[in-house]
């Protein structure tokens, strides 16, 4: 059956989202953290819809949430609503004390990319500036300019006259031995042949589809500190980050940093009714209305369940269970640090990736990760691959997964690595 859905969906869907040619299933129902495909084989989900079933497919009282809110409004343009100010309120509770009080927020459209869009608007218009610092190996969305920020070049370069005006600099992941924030610094400090003074330096501070970087802690802070310092606005994409991901509601808040702009989105309503928002510092409220507008931002599914989903995350520690999971993840793999065909073991909460490369030239072992892959979900368990070479394979759980799951997930993986490199 699924290889029918599969044909099907090939004859018109011409640019399908990559993942069916990967992952060659045709999902018929969720639970938690499994997935049941139209031919009755379950699958542990450790794809969880790209980092947006935060807490796994349906969950009951979000689905409960949804279903109330579907028999009173489900759509209502920028008027306020009960469904909407609980939403807002409950994602302001959620920013740390300092800038909860200081920060606005705006309804930006469905998607990421529908959010990363107007914070780079947001700040032009309030800086009165046009270009735009963004780091090599980020991903910020698929649209003209989000692609035109994201730092991985292959879908971009196939677009002629992508927004203009970006200028990318290397991402300091941890363990970095360059010290690429004074490269940042001083290029931004040099206003005779450095890059013009930006409206904006976009950060993703775990970079997931890039294959899992996360920022050394310096750099952060020092990213922070020039931006600051030179006036320019600090956006942080917590799109895939946010919402509990890497074991704080955001990942700024490990970093010790305040963003000027948060974006987020993904995981905000739990269950997949989509909604995006920035939050931003009150002094850039300087765009005039209806510079950043949209027909779907007013999904009052997604603020129904997102209330829900807060809820559940500070009453069942969810954040707690993210640290523990993750802690347990890393000891389960930490014994591929020995497997020559393993680089690199990395990863903040649930957001883990093993970066695999060939042992003889080094070179980053992209159909190793593919076969990878395929076996895994041979073996029961759906995994993402990302990276510039698509040579990291990434575990993004629901963030309410159980040790038990954990566990077995882990030991698939490793004897997928084991099968493919034997
Ligand atoms: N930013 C980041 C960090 C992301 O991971 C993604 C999606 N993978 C986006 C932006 C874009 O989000 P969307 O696909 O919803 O437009």
Redesign the pocket.
């Known amino acids: 059956l699924s290889a029918e859905y599969l044909a099907r969906q090939d004859r018109w869907e011409s640019n399908a989202r990559t993942y069916p040619r990967h992952l060659p299933i045709a999902p018929a129902e969720g639970y938690g953290s499994f997935l049941r495909d139209v031919d009755g084989n379950v699958f542990i989900d450790f794809l969880a819809g790209?980092?947006v079933l935060s807490l796994g497919h349906n969950h009951p009282a979000l689905v409960r949430a949804v279903t109330e809110q579907l028999g009173q409004l489900t759509h209502a343009l920028d008027f306020p609503t009960p469904a909407k100010d609980a939403f807002v309120r409950a994602q302001l509770s959620m920013l740390p004390p300092t800038m909860r009080d200081r920060m606005k927020m705006h309804f930006c459209g469905?998607?990421?990319?529908?959010a990363?869009e107007a914070a780079v608007k947001l700040c032009k218009v309030a800086t009165g500036r046009g270009d735009v610092v963004s780091f090599q190996g980020?991903?910020?969305?698929?649209?003209h300019a989000?692609m035109a920020l994201s730092g991985l070049l292959s879908p971009k370069q196939a677009v002629p006259n992508i927004m203009p005006g970006v200028h990318f600099f290397p991402f300091c992941a941890d363990g970095c031995d360059t010290d690429c924030a004074s490269y940042l610094e001083r290029s931004l400090r040099d206003s005779n042949g450095g890059v013009p003074l930006p409206a904006a330096v976009v950060l993703?501070l775990v970079?997931?589809?890039g294959g899992v970087y996360p920022a050394s802690a310096e750099f952060a802070r020092r990213v922070r500190e020039v931006t600051r310092s030179l006036g320019i606005p600090l956006v942080v994409?917590?799109?895939?980050?946010g919402c509990g991901r890497t074991g704080t509601w955001y990942a700024f808040e490990q970093y010790g940093i305040e963003p000027d702009v948060v974006?987020a989105?993904?995981a905000l309503s739990g269950i997949g009714t989509?909604v995006?928002v920035i939050f931003y510092d009150a002094s850039l409220d300087t765009w005039a209305p209806g510079t950043h507008i949209g027909t779907f931002r007013g999904n009052q599914l997604a603020f129904a369940a997102g209330v829900e989903a807060v809820r559940i995350v500070r009453e069942e520690d969810v954040l707690g269970n993210v640290r523990r999971r993750g802690e347990q993840i890393r000891g389960r793999l930490a014994g591929l640090a020995d497997d020559p065909h393993v680089r690199d073991v990395r990863g903040r909460g649930l957001m883990w990736g093993v970066e695999l490369a060939d042992p003889a030239t080094g070179r980053p072992a992209t159909a190793l990760a593919a076969a990878v892959q395929t076996e895994a979900l041979q073996r029961g368990l759906i995994l993402e691959l990302g990276g510039r070479d698509d040579s990291v394979v990434r575990l993004l759980p629901p963030l309410n997964v159980t040790a038990e799951v954990v566990d077995t997930a882990c030991a698939i993986l490793v004897a997928a690595l084991a099968h493919a490199t034997a």
């Open positions: 790209a980092g469905p998607t990421g990319a529908n990363v980020g991903f910020h969305g698929s649209t989000t993703e970079q997931g589809e994409d917590e799109v895939q980050t974006v989105s993904k989509p995006a």
